[in-house]
């Protein structure tokens, strides 16, 4: 597609936020000729990087994020960067300051979030495949609702720099497309350690446990929470039964922590983001507003640059980390982490994949869940036990509700991407 041809499909999906005039092969590589859309969040020296956000509306990257450093030297042709929640805060796309990227399977629904924009690139054909963040289901979430292929690596897997920060200790890159074949093409295109990011990690960092043995492990209770709709029930159902008679052995496995995955979440994470975003100030970079001080100057800068649900976490983060709540709220939270990651490991050494849905929902309509910020966050319930842990997680498309996709997740240990891949190429059929 040339760039107008994107721009005219584009119209009512709202999946880009620019689509650029000076896209271009970068010659040889394996991904020469393929196109690519990434995130606005991940820096494109020379380009616009706003997190969809009113602070950095007029933003250009000074330098490239290591990611694109990889995907110019294996001749991908970045087109455009996609339309996000802001500072990838959200679990629908509706917190962009630049409006709602559609779903493409029913306009008047939400593509996912906060990579919905990535996720309805590549579902709505323009382009092949996309780069999202994923904080706390942010790629496999969008990529379940959309119908599409989303991968969140292993943490450390994929370098962070140049990627603007919504909370470090859960924050991956990870990719979008069609098929498990071209998520794992392009994730070992963007792989390995950077020098520029001390997080980072090699092959050697964690050793093979086991053998893949095509065990697959349920928490049945976790699955059957209260709140999952009949159709994801349903296909997920179908799911198991296929994997099975595909010859892989599944049983049901007991996770008691992992009712605690989102309260450890949302206070980690707000955590994180009250002290990633302090940055944002009106006086380095981005949007600035005169006051009668400097302070005035945050206060007015910070209070136009930011929508709700930025200010919102802000404040929760804030007050978590504060003087007499920071051992009562985040240290019991970081205690809490360990325990979800220690289970989670030794069921690992029992199975190679754990699976659950994707999403307890199929896409809602825009607007029907953007007034009740806990009913959205509840959205993340089977997503972020892998950012807490930092254990590699894949969605896969498994049907449909209607016209409208569903997802299930598959989850490996730490370093066990190959893991999902097999599986994931199994489930889907790819040769």
């Known amino acids: 597609m040339t760039p107008e041809e994107i721009r005219i499909k584009d119209k009512d999906i709202h999946a880009f936020l620019e689509v650029f005039e000076d896209a271009k092969p970068y010659g040889d590589g394996p991904l020469s000729g393929k196109t690519i859309a990434i995130k606005d969040n991940i820096l494109f020296e020379g380009h616009k990087a706003s997190a969809a956000s009113k602070i950095l509306e007029n933003f250009i990257a000074p330098y490239d994020a290591t990611v694109v450093k990889k995907l110019k030297a294996s001749g991908a042709m970045i087109i455009g960067r996609t339309n996000c929640d802001e500072f990838a805060m959200g679990s629908s796309t509706e917190n962009s300051a630049y409006g709602v990227a559609k779903n493409p399977h029913d306009l008047e629904r939400v593509a996912g979030g906060s990579s919905g924009g990535s996720a309805a690139a590549v579902a709505g054909g323009m382009a092949e495949l996309a780069l999202g963040s994923d904080t706390g289901g942010s790629i496999r979430q969008p990529a379940a609702l959309c119908g599409v292929v989303g991968l969140k690596p292993t943490y450390g897997r994929v370098s962070r720099y140049g990627l603007i920060a919504l909370a470090s200790s859960f924050d991956q890159i990870g990719p979008f497309a069609k098929t498990v074949f071209e998520v794992e093409m392009l994730y070992n295109v963007i792989k390995g350690q950077d020098p520029m990011d001390s997080t980072t990690i090699t092959h050697e960092t964690y050793p093979v446990r086991k053998e893949f043995s095509k065990t ?18 349903e296909n997920f159902a179908g799911a198991v ?6 010859g892989y052995k599944v049983k049901e496995v007991a996770l008691p922590n992992l009712k605690y995955v989102l309260p450890v979440y949302y206070i980690i994470m707000p955590a994180e983001a009250s002290s990633n975003l302090a940055r944002f100030d009106g006086i380095k970079y981005g949007m600035h507003k005169d006051g009668k001080d400097v302070i005035e100057d945050y206060f007015k800068t910070r209070g136009a640059g930011f929508g709700p649900e930025v200010r919102r976490r802000i404040i929760l983060g804030t007050y978590v980390l504060s003087s007499g709540y920071y051992d009562e709220y985040y240290g019991k939270a970081a205690e809490a982490r360990q325990l979800i990651t220690k289970e989670l490991r030794e069921l690992f050494e029992n199975v190679d994949l754990m699976l659950t849905p994707t999403t307890p929902s199929p896409a809602w309509k825009v607007g029907e869940k953007s007034q009740s910020p806990l009913e959205m966050y509840l959205e993340d319930i089977f997503t972020v036990h892998a950012n807490i842990s930092g254990c590699p997680a894949i969605s896969l498309p498994s049907g449909f509700a209607g016209k ?19 599986a994931g190429k199994d489930f889907l059929n790819e040769s």
């Open 216 to 233: 697959i492990g349920i928490p049945r209770a976790f699955v059957e929470s209260e709140g999952i709709s009949a159709e994801v029930k």
């Open 241 to 246: 039964k296929k994997f099975e008679d595909l």
């Open 404 to 422: 409208l996709p569903l997802g299930i997740e598959l989850t490996a240990d730490l370093g066990r991407e190959d893991n999902l891949f097999a």
